[in-house]
């Protein structure tokens, strides 16, 4: 069964790779890759039916807490649903730890995001330009007009930690 676990991480990390990247590009996370996240994650844990149901039971107490931060404004829809869809996956010491990768590496960005504000303002990248110089002009430009974090980066980070760590 381990194979299917193998499996099931590599596929994990590759769609949490794109979910960063399309973040990044538009904020947006989309409902089809949470969806396949989740059930990546039921299937990775289907030898162990009793572990499965504490995932289950653990991404539903996440959920509700989440939605709660949601409907304060402090985190966004997105970011909820790519957080319970690699919760149910997880065993509850996996979800404390992508809590905790996440929320430090949301720090990061932050930190990142503010060293940016500093930073001159680019003109804008012409044709040929870099991919950094591109998305560094972009996101300056978002800065200038108070846009949101794309924490679909972090998320996918603690995920990513957190999927390269179920063996350890």
């Avoid at 989740?38 to 039916?49: D, E, F, W, Y």
Wanted: net charge positive.
């Amino acid at each position: 069964m381990s194979w299917i676990v193998a499996i099931t991480s590599f596929f994990e990390i590759l769609l949490l790779l794109y979910v960063a990247t399309i973040d990044v590009a538009t904020r947006l996370i989309r409902n089809e890759i949470c969806l396949v996240l989740a059930l990546l994650g039921i299937v990775s844990q289907l030898a162990v039916p009793m572990q499965l149901v504490e995932s289950v039971i653990a991404a539903t107490i996440l959920f509700l807490l989440l939605f709660m931060i949601y409907q304060w404004g402090w985190i966004g829809g997105g970011d909820v649903k790519l957080l319970v869809a690699l919760a149910i996956g997880l065993p509850l010491t996996g979800v404390i730890q992508l809590l905790t990768v996440t929320a430090l590496a949301g720090g990061v960005l932050a930190l990142v995001h503010l060293v940016m504000r500093l930073l001159p303002y680019p003109n804008l990248a012409p044709a040929g330009s870099s991919l950094a110089r591109r998305v560094y002009a972009i996101e300056r430009w978002r800065h200038l007009r108070h846009a949101p974090l794309p924490y679909g980066v972090a998320i996918a980070c603690g995920g990513i930690w957190t999927v390269l760590s179920k063996g350890l």
